[in-house]
């Protein structure tokens, strides 16, 4: 931790001693929830918990309006 004064603002979205490395993991992290939510949802196998899940490389996801303009779907690509 640096030894600027720990104001949120500073810690959140400012920090030069943070930012190359904790930003980073808590993107990847947040990121990894979310990809074990949505492989959950859609039926395929997953850790029971979602920080023991590790994304198979090559599985991505894709989230946006369906090709009629209705509600977000989520389309899966190998």
């Known amino acids: 931790m640096c030894y600027k004064a720990e104001h949120t603002k500073h810690i959140v979205a400012g920090c030069t001693i943070l930012a190359p490395s904790e930003y980073t993991n808590r993107h990847n992290r947040v990121a990894g929830y979310i990809h ?3 492989c959950k949802h859609m039926g ?13 490389k090559g599985l991505w996801c894709d989230v946006g309006p369906d090709t009629q303009g209705g509600p977000l779907v989520v389309r899966l690509y190998n």
């Open 36 to 38: 074990w939510m949505i």
């Open 44 to 56: 395929l196998q997953v850790t029971d918990r979602y920080y023991e899940h590790i994304p198979e």
